[in-house]
Nanobody, 119 residues
């Protein structure tokens, strides 16, 4: 099993920045890729950014050029640097770990951290 704990959310004005952190523990070796998702009130959870074991990254079109995902393998941390924040970025942000393969593939989630961007 993998445990994920997010931190770094909060209240920020539009145009500001925040950095989210996700600490992973447990069966780290089983992780294929990690990502950040978000869910705004009344909306479905959506992928914000992802990073795989080869350090390839992908981003939602809405955050390209503003958000950066990175990781520190030595510390088992994944970060989401969020710049030029907009009110529409307001959501609960969740860390995700994609583990295993085939029949053993499984997604793990953190508890979420709230990001509120005021206009």
């Amino acid at each position: 099993q993998v445990q994920l704990v997010e931190s770094g959310g909060g209240l920020v004005q539009a145009g500001g920045s925040l950095r989210l952190s996700c600490a992973a523990s447990g069966s780290i070796f089983s992780i294929n890729a990690m990502g950040w998702y978000r869910q705004a009130p009344g909306k479905q959870r959506e992928l914000v950014a992802g990073i795989n074991s080869g350090d390839s990254t992908n981003y939602a079109d809405s955050v390209k050029g503003r958000f950066t995902i990175s990781r520190d393998n030595a510390k088992n941390l994944v970060y989401l640097q969020m710049n030029s924040l907009k009110p529409e970025d307001t959501a609960v942000y969740y860390c995700n770990a994609d583990t295993g393969s085939g029949v053993t593939r499984w997604d793990y989630w953190g508890q979420g951290t709230l990001v509120t961007v005021s206009s």
